[in-house]
């Protein structure tokens, strides 16, 4: 007779305000730079792991369909060691959006992997060791195990110990909005963030000059936070992304994710910006745009988007809460 031990979790997308581009140690996921994101409740992962001890390798199944375990493997390693079991699992996760596309689907997957794992593992993690272990699957999923806007701190330790990320403020103490405008379908990249990200290190003359607008940015955006100052913030949310997609198109040879509508929402945010409306833009590593806005223009700021051409659908949503266990089935 088999013996299994079952958790489901839910974590959430977030999207980095000023952004996580580039590692100093690949091998433990530590970011080059701290980061600052906020996490949105309409990008959200579901998944259950099984360590089941009938099971003679992990299995895997995403969307519905059997996938490679890929890193998931050594990931659930780490959770095997801390627990002193080694039973393999099985990992049944599902995205309500676009996986691989540029709408860091990974963070979220990893941040709910995290929850769910341990739980079933038995483990009882505080939050800042479930964003630790999150990292070393996805360094942006250290920020989705906390709602709102969290800050990643890089970390000066070669153990990556002190490089988790913390809550800086909670998801209803200044309740705005993001606009994701999803171009080309949701297609999945053709390279991936992590790829991308080395080869930018590696190549790019603009890279260190990137690094050198990091640590600006994280004061100037936590204190907009904190003062809830959207034209602040969203002054560093663009400039931000902007300086992180110019640093990958100067990489040799060059990383380019924009496609011709992507150039059309930013036209047409830029035209909202000057009407008089909050809309910042900002992109990850992928063709997609979302617009920092607050409640009142956000719905305008949706309707600009959704009758531009290649944009095929938009999503507003608030701010999300930090990843968490699911009721059991039972």
Same mark, same amino acid.
């Given at each position: 007779m088999t013996s299994t031990k079952s958790a489901t979790a839910q974590a959430c997308a977030n999207i980095a305000l000023v952004k996580?581009?580039?590692?100093?140690?690949?091998?433990?996921?530590?970011?080059?730079?701290?980061?600052?994101? @906020?996490?949105?409740?309409?990008?959200?992962?579901?998944?259950?792991?099984?360590?089941?001890?009938?099971?003679?390798?992990?299995?895997?199944?995403?969307?519905?369909?059997?996938?490679?375990?890929?890193?998931?493997?050594?990931?659930l390693d780490l959770v095997r060691k801390r627990a002193d079991i080694t039973t393999f699992a099985r990992v049944v996760s599902e995205n309500n959006f676009p996986t691989a596309s540029g709408l860091a689907s990974s963070a979220a997957a990893f941040a709910a992997l995290a929850v769910a794992?341990?739980?079933?593992?038995?483990?009882?993690?505080?939050?800042?060791? @479930?964003?630790?272990?999150?990292?070393?699957?996805?360094?942006s999923a250290a920020r989705s195990i906390f709602g709102g806007f969290a800050l990643m701190h890089r970390g000066e330790r070669c153990d990556g110990t002190d490089c988790v990320a913390e809550e800086l403020l909670?998801?209803?103490?200044?309740?705005?909005?993001?606009?994701?405008?999803?171009?080309?379908?949701?297609?999945?990249?053709?390279?991936?963030?992590?790829?991308?990200?080395?080869?930018?290190?590696?190549?790019?003359?603009?890279?260190?000059?990137?690094i050198?607008?990091?640590?600006?940015?994280?004061?100037?955006?936590?204190?907009?936070?904190?003062?809830?100052? @959207?034209?602040?913030l969203g002054a560093v949310t663009q400039g931000s992304a902007m300086a992180m997609h110019a640093a990958a198109m100067a990489s040799?040879?060059?990383?380019?994710?924009?496609?011709?509508?992507? @150039?059309?929402?930013l036209d047409a945010v830029e035209a909202l910006q000057e009407s008089g409306l909050h809309a910042y833009p900002t992109m990850d590593a992928g063709p997609h745009v979302?617009?920092?806005?607050?409640?009142?223009?956000?719905e305008e700021v949706a309707t600009g988007l959704r009758q531009l051409e290649g944009?095929?659908?938009?999503?507003?949503s608030h701010a999300g809460p930090g990843a968490h266990l699911l009721p059991s089935a039972e």
């Open positions: 996580y581009w580039g590692k100093r140690d690949s091998a433990l996921n530590l970011p080059a730079a701290s980061s600052l994101s @906020l996490t949105l409740d309409a990008l959200r992962t579901t998944t259950t792991v099984t360590f089941d001890d009938g099971l003679t390798g992990d299995e895997f199944e995403l969307d519905g369909q059997a996938a490679a375990t890929g890193r998931l493997g050594p990931w794992a341990t739980e079933a593992a038995g483990l009882s993690l505080g939050r800042t060791e @479930l964003s630790e272990l999150a990292r070393r699957g996805s360094g909670a998801r209803d103490e200044w309740p705005l909005r993001m606009v994701i405008a999803v171009v080309g379908g949701g297609k999945k990249k053709s390279v991936s963030s992590r790829d991308a990200m080395d080869h930018c290190a590696e190549t790019s003359p603009l890279y260190q000059a990137w050198g607008c990091v640590a600006k940015d994280i004061d100037d955006a936590s204190s907009a936070i904190m003062s809830r100052d @959207l034209s602040a040799r040879p060059p990383v380019r994710y924009w496609q011709p509508s992507t @150039l059309r929402c979302k617009v920092l806005t607050n409640e009142e223009h956000c944009v095929s659908g938009v999503i507003i």
